[in-house]
């Protein structure tokens, strides 16, 4: 069964959020990377509450839907993927509490994970994943999209 990954693009104090991830052993590629915060969608949720419950979960705070930006399919990974526009409710910033930050055993290979506010101009010298996402992400801000 194909696995529904959604995902968060939040505008927040003059930048954008992301997840810095470090030191990921499971990964031979890549050890270090930034990615749009999300997760897998759990039984019963819509796309937009799973985004909801993740960014609640990674970041702490509270955003509000406003539309899906883009969509992808990994044939890698055997899920598809929603990218949504959040707009932020309330909450501070890092205080999220999800089970990747609680030292459990099955995350250890996942490394660290370092809620960071990106400057818009600092976005496109990222090493952002997934790439084909990225790159819509920043063709859209260089044209005043977002």
Request: charged share 35%.
């Amino acid at each position: 069964m194909e696995r529904v990954r959604v995902a968060g693009i939040i505008k927040i104090n003059n930048g954008y959020a992301f997840m810095h991830r470090k030191n990921v052993k499971k990964r031979k590629d890549i050890q270090e990377y930034y990615t749009f915060p999300g997760g897998g969608l759990e039984e019963g949720e819509t796309l937009e509450e799973g985004v909801i419950r993740e960014i609640k979960e990674e970041f702490g705070i509270t955003v509000k839907v406003i539309k899906k930006l883009y969509e992808m399919e990994s044939e890698k990974f055997n899920q598809k993927e929603y990218f949504f526009l959040c707009e932020y409710v309330e909450g501070e910033f890092g205080t999220g509490d999800g089970p990747e930050f609680s030292h459990n055993p099955k995350y250890a290979d996942s490394g660290d994970y370092l809620p960071e506010i990106i400057k818009k101009e600092d976005i496109e010298n990222l090493l952002l994943l997934p790439p084909e996402i990225k790159e819509k992400f920043v063709k859209d801000l260089k044209e005043g999209k977002l």
